[in-house]
């Protein structure tokens, strides 16, 4: 097929590639601007824009999709299609409409459940046991549109966000394929009224690690906020600094202690208490550091039991 390709992150990138492994001729990458990045805040390409400019296709980002001039330009690529990923723009309803087949959204939850911004956190958050991606069809509501194909992937005890996004990236890239094979059973299938709920963006103030509450909790929070924003705690020694958490499991039977109380320390986990149970840290980042198992970590920054953290 003809296809317009719209995505911005490294989520899109897996999608972009199988499309053009699959011999669809991608007609337009759209994607986000620039954005200031890194120390000097220069400019810097999104990740499928670079993605786009090595494999030679022409990439266009413009601020928004709402100006008649540029639907008139997406319309005039005569597309068979559109696939939407993580792209973070509004489509307007002559964008939706542009496209011969309509705009088809690779969505990183098991729909109705999870519409919205940051479904793949909010799975983890919630304690979900599994998670997955549908192939929708696009409409003018948020995430509401008819669903093409569905895949479940269980969340493990011990996935993080990264884990997830990972696996849901290579199944979505998988399925769009597979869905674009078919394009007979492109009209998908109305979501159910029930089970809808909401992702909503994660907040910096959801990264506050509260030792007072159950380790689950905690668990759940260290995990779904890895590796960004990351959930985080003074480190106890200096009031500025900040520890990052980035993995975790639930530590079954470690001792009891106060809220924030290192209770067990060895070279693979960093047990601490919380208000119910103890969460046992595997992984972690000092500030202005790189993130390290709790070995390496502890090589420079040597805790012990009864110690606190912020």
Request: glycine share 10%; charged share 20%; hydrophobic share 45%.
């Amino acid at each position: 097929m003809r296809l317009i390709f719209m995505g911005t992150p490294e989520f899109s990138v897996p999608a972009l590639k199988a499309l053009v492994a699959a011999g669809h001729e991608i007609a337009a990458v759209y994607t986000q601007p620039p954005r200031p990045a890194g120390r000097g805040q220069q400019p810097r390409p999104s990740a499928v824009q670079q993605a786009a400019a090595a494999m030679g296709l022409a990439v266009r980002h413009p601020a928004s999709l709402r100006d008649p001039a540029e639907q008139s330009a997406l319309a005039g690529l005569n597309a068979d299609a559109a696939v939407v990923v993580a792209y973070g723009l509004i489509l307007p309803q002559p964008v939706l409409d542009a496209p011969r087949l309509g705009c088809l959204n690779i969505h990183a939850s098991l729909l109705p459940r999870w519409r919205g911004a940051a479904p793949i956190q909010r799975a983890i958050l919630a304690g979900d046991a599994e998670t997955g991606v549908c192939i929708m069809r696009m409409e003018a509501g948020l995430d509401t549109g008819p669903v093409i194909l569905r895949e479940a992937t269980p969340i493990g005890p011990q996935d993080t966000a990264g884990d997830l996004h990972d696996r849901l990236a290579a199944m979505g890239a998988r399925m769009i394929v597979d869905a674009l094979a078919a394009p007979d059973r492109l009209a998908g299938s109305q979501q159910p009224e029930a089970g809808v709920t909401y992702a909503a963006k994660i907040d910096k103030a959801e990264a506050r690690i509260d030792w007072l509450r159950p380790a689950v909790d905690v668990d759940r929070q260290i995990r779904a906020l890895s590796p960004v924003p990351g959930a985080w705690c003074p480190d106890g020694r200096k009031d500025s600094a900040r520890l990052r958490l980035l993995r975790s499991r639930l530590a079954v039977d470690a001792p009891a202690g106060l809220p924030g109380t290192v209770v067990a320390c060895t070279p693979e986990m960093l047990a601490v208490a919380c208000g119910e149970g103890a969460v046992a840290v595997t992984q972690i980042q000092r500030a202005g550091g790189r993130p390290a198992g709790i070995g390496e970590f502890l090589r420079g920054y040597p805790l012990a039991s009864g110690d606190r953290l912020g």
